[in-house]
């Protein structure tokens, strides 16, 4: 089953706050510590794997609404629809 627009940007979010979350927690952005885990330099730890794979997701949501909006030349046409119902404020 393919993801809708709304449901990537909503498992996008939800793993940005998650890894913010891991952020406040162990005081280190996510990118830190991300490549410090790929590179085998910090010892196992449960949290470790979980924030790992939660930048895995977010990542990977990332390129899937990139292809998406290239796919379909959405990008534009969402802004533009969004600021338009919104009375371009």
Do not use: P
Not at 5 to 17: G, P
Not at 27 to 50: A, P, R
Not at 74 to 86: D, F, G, N, P, Y
């Amino acid at each position: 089953m393919e993801l809708s627009l709304d449901d990537i940007l909503e498992d996008l979010h939800a793993a940005e706050r998650i890894c913010q979350e891991y952020e406040r927690k162990y005081g280190v952005l996510t990118e830190d510590f991300y490549q410090l885990y790929v590179n085998g330099e910090l010892e196992c730890h449960k949290d470790f794997g979980m924030w790992a794979a939660y930048h895995e997701i977010k990542k990977h949501r990332e390129e899937m609404l990139r292809q998406r909006y290239r796919e379909d030349g959405a990008l534009k046409e969402r802004l533009l629809a969004v600021t338009a119902s919104k009375g371009g404020a």
